[in-house]
């Protein structure tokens, strides 16, 4: 497939984590596409470095303490804003984790993610009690051919 008709394809569907480019296993380079409300969980990056540029639309950020060890209250939310096309935005598990959301309701959102070192799974956490998952993380496509395992699920089947 050719690569802007798969990303063509890919917004169709709620959230998908498309790989450019694996950098020699030294990072990851993806861009991710977000349908209209559709979001992440709360989650770290497994001390990884992650830089985030909007490509279209608007993504908010919402930035959260690290939860209890014991993980049985409310998660602690730190700041959140609204990143908008061009704007670029850098996290790292020192700084807290986060969620990213395509708060709007009517149009889809690209971003551009670099994360160094790349990694293969990482931890999300329920905002009401703390209480951490591990998941592991999969593309909807890499290097922009379609992936089989991807669990993405089209908007229509909603």
């Given at each position: 497939?050719?690569?802007?008709?798969?990303?063509?394809?890919?917004?169709?569907?709620?959230?998908?984590?498309?790989?450019?480019?694996s950098?020699?296993?030294?990072?990851?380079?993806?861009?991710?596409?977000w349908?209209?409300?559709?979001?992440?969980?709360i989650?770290?990056?497994t001390?990884?470095?992650c830089f985030?540029?909007?490509?279209q639309?608007?993504?908010?950020?919402?930035?959260?303490?690290?939860?209890?060890?014991?993980?049985?209250?409310?998660?602690?939310?730190?700041?959140?804003?609204?990143?908008?096309?061009?704007q670029c935005a850098?996290?790292?598990?020192?700084?807290?984790?986060?969620?990213?959301e395509?708060?709007?309701?009517?149009?889809?959102?690209?971003?551009?993610?670099?994360?160094s070192?790349?990694?293969?799974?990482?931890?999300t956490?329920d905002?009401?009690?703390?209480?951490?998952?591990?998941?592991?993380?999969?593309?909807?496509?890499?290097?922009g051919?379609?992936?089989?395992?991807?669990?993405?699920?089209?908007?229509?089947n909603?």
């Open positions: 497939l050719n690569g802007n008709v798969l990303l063509t394809n890919a917004l169709s569907f709620r959230y998908t984590r498309n790989l450019v480019d950098g020699n296993g030294k990072f990851n380079l993806m861009i991710l596409c349908g209209e409300g559709h979001g992440s969980s989650h770290d990056h001390d990884s470095h985030m540029k909007i490509l639309g608007n993504l908010k950020e919402t930035l959260f303490e690290w939860p209890e060890k014991k993980g049985n209250g409310e998660m602690v939310k730190k700041s959140e804003r609204v990143l908008r096309e061009n850098y996290i790292n598990d020192s700084i807290g984790l986060h969620r990213v395509n708060i709007s309701h009517t149009e889809s959102a690209v971003s551009l993610h670099l994360y070192p790349p990694f293969d799974s990482c931890n956490f905002q009401r009690t703390g209480h951490k998952h591990k998941v592991k993380m999969t593309f909807y496509s890499k290097f051919e379609r992936t089989l395992c991807a669990t993405a699920v089209p908007q229509e909603n």
